[in-house]
């Protein structure tokens, strides 16, 4: 509006605004209020546009599946915190001082020598293998029946049981060998049986006898204490409830 009081454009072309300047600026304290209560509601809005923006591009698929990862992360803190643990192996007692028999003989230590227990290259010393049993597998032997019951019998009393074959007498290559006998631990539905290679054949040698010096038919089962003692050998061993008394008979002491 023009000093005149004329309503057009003024002298410089502007249009015509509706503009009251108050002669106090305190009249202005209410407008200013407003205005920096409306920055602050704005400046909200862009933190939680921030904040939201990746969850809304996704709908409510984001915040279910972050439901469900800390649902399992603290299921698996209480199973580990309260869950039942499995019992440790009795820990391997020393060798005993002064056994009853000469090496490779009931009452005595398991002979000299080594195995490797596929895939892995790592020799094992035979006096290694305690507490356990040592099953030597006949060529062509059916003996899955002995094998479950072994593995299962062991797995109650927390021993190991370990398979290795008598390779005397057959006709199969070395990897065909170790092939079967995986297939044979993997009958066994209950325990984790061991697959040993024994490249020369000195537990078969040893053990796998019938009483005639001749190699054995079937599974021989050498029973090995936690002292490393041998404390039974059964050849042509088959399954029932002699194998859990054998097996006590040479639980650690």
């Known amino acids: 509006m023009r000093p005149d009081g004329d309503s057009e454009h003024d002298d410089y072309g502007l249009p015509h605004v509706d503009v009251v300047v108050p002669d106090d ?6 407008d200013v209020i407003a205005y920096r209560r409306e920055l602050r509601r704005l400046r909200r ?9 990746p969850f809304a591009r996704f709908g409510v698929a984001i915040p279910i599946i972050t439901g469900a990862l800390l649902i399992a992360l603290v299921s698996g803190v209480l199973m580990t915190a309260l869950g039942t643990r ?9 060798l005993a001082p002064h056994p009853t028999a000469p090496p490779g003989q009931k009452g005595g230590f398991l002979p000299a020598g080594d195995v490797t227990a596929p895939p892995s290259a790592k020799v094992r010393h035979l006096s290694d293998l305690r507490p356990g049993v040592i099953a030597i597998a006949s060529p062509r032997c059916d003996c899955s029946a002995v094998v479950a019951d072994l593995a299962k019998r062991t797995q109650e009393l927390r021993f190991s049981l370990w398979l290795a074959a008598d390779r005397r ?10 092939k079967s006998l995986r297939a044979l631990a993997g009958s066994a539905h209950d325990g984790d049986p061991i ?5 020369s054949g000195i537990l078969a040698r040893t053990y796998a006898n019938d009483a005639n ?3 054995a038919t079937g599974l021989t089962a050498v029973f ?3 002292d490393g003692v041998v404390s039974d050998i059964r050849t042509s061993a088959r399954p029932g409830p002699e194998l ?3 097996l006590k008979a040479a639980a650690p002491r």
């Open 25 to 30: 600026a305190r009249d202005l304290d209410r």
């Open 45 to 53: 809005r862009a933190r939680m546009e921030r904040l939201t923006g």
């Open 86 to 94: 499995p019992e440790p192996r009795p820990a391997r007692a020393a």
């Open 169 to 178: 007498g057959a006709t199969e290559s070395a990897a065909e060998t170790l």
């Open 195 to 199: 697959v040993l290679d024994d490249a």
């Open 213 to 215: 010096g001749r190699p």
């Open 224 to 226: 090995v204490g936690n």
């Open 244 to 246: 859990t008394d054998l």
